[in-house]
């Protein structure tokens, strides 16, 4: 899930420097919707973890 997160940004930081802003800010909208909704999920497992037997 970060992995992707890492991949919009660079995305982005290229397109913003190459002068595409639509693209950059949708690429920085994607890497930051990807990063939050991982955070989340990572949260999720920590307060739900594994149980022991």
Do not use: E
């Amino acid at each position: 899930m970060f992995r992707w997160g890492i991949i919009f940004l660079i995305i982005a930081l290229i397109a913003g420097a190459l002068g595409f802003g639509g693209m950059a800010g949708t690429a920085a909208w994607a890497a930051k919707l990807v990063f939050i909704v991982g955070i989340i999920l990572f949260v999720i497992s920590l307060v739900t973890g594994r149980k022991a037997p």
